[in-house]
């Protein structure tokens, strides 16, 4: 697997929390030093581990809002 670097630039909220203690977030995320994208993921207590995610640009954010 190839290496990767990511920065939460804004955290937004936490959408639900599982019995282990991880947590579904909505975040924006600079993923190897691109632009921040919004992203709906599990974070595992300390950010130490990630499950896959979505991530949305600002017009697909816009979009699922508006599908919402």
Not at 19 to 35: F, M, P, R
Not at 40 to 51: N, T, V, Y
């Amino acid at each position: 697997m190839a290496d990767f670097q990511y920065e939460i630039v804004e955290k937004l909220g936490i959408l639900s929390t599982s019995s282990k203690g991880w947590t579904k977030e909505l975040n924006k995320i600079s993923w190897n030093g691109a632009e921040a994208k919004y992203d709906i993921r599990e974070w595992a207590p300390e950010h130490e581990k990630m499950g896959k995610g979505v991530t949305l640009t600002e017009e697909e954010s816009r979009i699922l809002k508006e599908l919402l």
